[in-house]
C-alpha cells in the first residue's frame, strides 16, 4: 500500500503483511555481474575471484563448482538421512532436511547441468541465488541446517551400531562394567531425536568408556582360557600319569561302563581346541566377541576343564574298580591254571586296598584283560545258546505243545495211587 516493494534486503526487516496488497513482477529479473560474482566467491569459498567475465576465473568457478557437486554426491547427506528408520526421526528434523532438498539440493542439480554444458554460468549462479532468496545470511543459515542434519544422521547411525553392538555382547557380571552399560543405554535414550554437540558428546564419552572396560574384561578372561599355558601344562600331566594309563587300558574292556572314557575324550578334545590366533581387542572394535570359540558364559566352565577332565579320569577309575570287585569270582574263574588265579587274585586284591588308582604292570595288565574278554566271551555263548533255544521253541508248532500237555496229563495219571 505504500509503494515499496519486498527484496532480498528487506527480508531482514519485519515485514507488515496487513500492508501488502498485491504480486508484481521483479523490476529486475537479472542479477548484476557484481552480485553474481558475489555468489560466485560465497559458493565457491575463494575470494581472490575478480571477475565472472574473465575466461580464466569462469573456468577456475565452473571447476570449483564441479568439485563441490562432487562432493555433494560423495556426503550423501539426503540420501543417508532419507535411509534413517521413521522411528528415528521427528517433525523438526523432517522440516530441516525437506528445506535442504528444496536449497542445496537444488543447487546440486543446477550445478549438474551446468557442467554438462545444459546451463550457462551466468543462469546458473542466478538459480542459485534465487534458492537462497539472494541472501549470504540465507546461505549461512542453510549451511548451518546442513552440519545439523549431516550431526543427527551420524547420530542415529552410530546409535544403532551402539545398539547392535549392545544387544551382541554377553552379560559380563561385572559391577563397574554393566553400571558403565546402564549409563551408556541412558544417553543413548537422552539424544535420540537430538543433534545437539555436547549430548552427542556425552553419549561419545560413555560410549569410549563402556567399551575400553568391555574389551578389557573380556581380552583378559579370553586369553586366561585361549592361551593359557597352565591348562596345557595341566593337560599333558594327566595324559603322562599312571591313573590315565590305568583308564585308558581298562576302557577297552565291553562290559566296564564307557561313559567315563567318552566323557574324557571329549574334554580333551575341547582343550585342544582352547587356541586362538587372533587379535582380540582388534576384533572386538567391530563386534563384541572373538571369532574363536570363546564365550565370557562358557569362561568358568572351560576354566575347569583340566580339573573336570582329572575328576572324570578318577571317577572312572573308581568305576572299573567296583566292577571288578562285583565280578572278582567270575574272574578268578576264568583262569586255566593255578599261576594265573594267583595273579588275578593279587591284581583284584590291590584293587581292593588302593584308594586311589592302582599301579598295574604290563603283565598284570594283559592277565586282567584276558580273564575280562574271557567272560565277555562267555556271556556271549550264553547269550547265543540262549537264542538259538527261543528260535527252536519257536520253530516248534502250537498242535507240539497241545500234545506234550495230554501226554504229562496221562503221566500224572497213571502215577496216581489208587
Not at 269 to 296: D, H, I, W, Y
Request: with cysteine; glycine share 4%; net charge negative.
Amino acid at each position: 500500500s505504500s509503494g515499496n516493494r519486498i527484496n532480498h534486503r528487506s527480508l531482514d526487516l519485519q515485514i507488515i503483511w496487513d500492508d501488502i496488497v498485491g504480486v508484481a513482477k521483479p523490476l529486475n529479473e537479472l542479477y548484476s555481474a557484481e552480485r553474481l560474482l558475489t555468489w560466485a566467491r560465497l559458493i565457491t569459498g575463494n575470494s581472490g575471484l575478480k571477475s565472472i567475465d574473465r575466461t580464466e576465473d569462469r573456468s577456475l568457478i565452473i571447476d570449483s563448482l564441479s568439485g563441490w557437486l562432487s562432493g555433494w554426491k560423495q556426503s550423501r547427506t539426503i540420501q543417508d538421512f532419507d535411509a534413517l528408520p521413521d522411528e528415528n526421526l521427528n517433525a523438526g528434523i523432517w522440516r530441516t532436511a525437506a528445506n535442504l532438498r528444496k536449497s542445496f539440493g537444488a543447487m546440486a542439480d543446477t550445478i549438474d547441468l551446468l557442467i554438462r554444458n545444459d546451463l550457462s554460468l551466468d543462469t546458473c549462479l542466478q538459480l542459485i541465488a534465487d534458492l537462497f532468496s539472494d541472501s549470504e545470511s540465507e546461505y549461512e543459515n542453510k549451511k548451518i541446517d546442513l552440519r545439523v542434519l549431516r550431526d543427527f544422521t551420524t547420530g542415529v547411525q552410530r546409535r544403532s551400531q551402539m545398539v547392535t553392538y549392545l544387544t551382541l555382547c554377553e552379560n559380563t557380571g561385572d559391577i563397574a562394567l554393566e553400571s558403565a552399560r546402564i549409563d551408556l543405554i541412558e544417553k543413548m535414550e537422552a539424544v535420540q531425536f537430538t543433534a545437539v554437540g555436547s549430548s552427542n558428546q556425552e553419549l561419545s564419552t560413555a560410549w569410549i568408556d563402556f567399551k575400553e572396560l568391555y574389551t578389557s574384561f573380556y581380552t583378559a578372561r579370553h586369553d586366561n582360557v585361549m592361551n593359557s599355558q597352565e591348562a596345557s601344562d595341566k593337560l599333558k600331566e594327566i595324559i603322562r600319569s599312571d591313573a590315565w594309563s590305568l583308564f585308558e587300558n581298562l576302557s577297552s574292556i565291553e562290559w566296564l561302563d564307557g561313559r567315563y572314557f567318552k566323557k574324557a575324550k571329549a574334554i580333551i578334545r575341547e582343550m585342544r581346541q582352547l587356541s586362538c590366533s587372533l587379535n582380540v581387542t582388534e576384533s572386538l572394535t567391530q563386534k563384541p566377541f572373538c571369532g574363536c570359540a570363546f564365550s565370557l558364559s562358557e569362561h568358568e566352565r572351560l576354566l575347569d576343564l583340566p580339573v573336570r577332565l582329572d575328576l572324570t579320569v578318577m571317577a572312572g577309575v573308581a568305576s572299573y574298580k567296583d566292577s571288578f570287585n562285583t565280578r572278582s569270582k567270575d574272574l578268578l574263574n576264568t583262569a586255566d591254571s593255578d599261576a594265573m588265579r594267583t595273579s588275578i587274585g593279587a591284581i583284584l586284591d590291590n584293587f581292593s586296598s588302593s584308594k586311589d588308582s592302582p599301579t598295574l604292570t604290563s603283565q598284570e595288565m594283559r592277565i586282567l584283560k584276558i580273564a575280562a574278554e574271557r567272560i565277555a566271551d562267555h556271556k556271549e555263548k550264553i547269550d547265543e545258546i540262549a537264542q538259538e533255544d527261543d528260535e527252536y521253541r519257536q520253530g516248534i508248532p502250537d498242535n507240539m505243545h497241545l500234545w506234550e500237555s495230554e501226554v504229562r496229563e496221562v503221566e500224572d495219571y497213571v502215577n496216581t495211587e489208587i
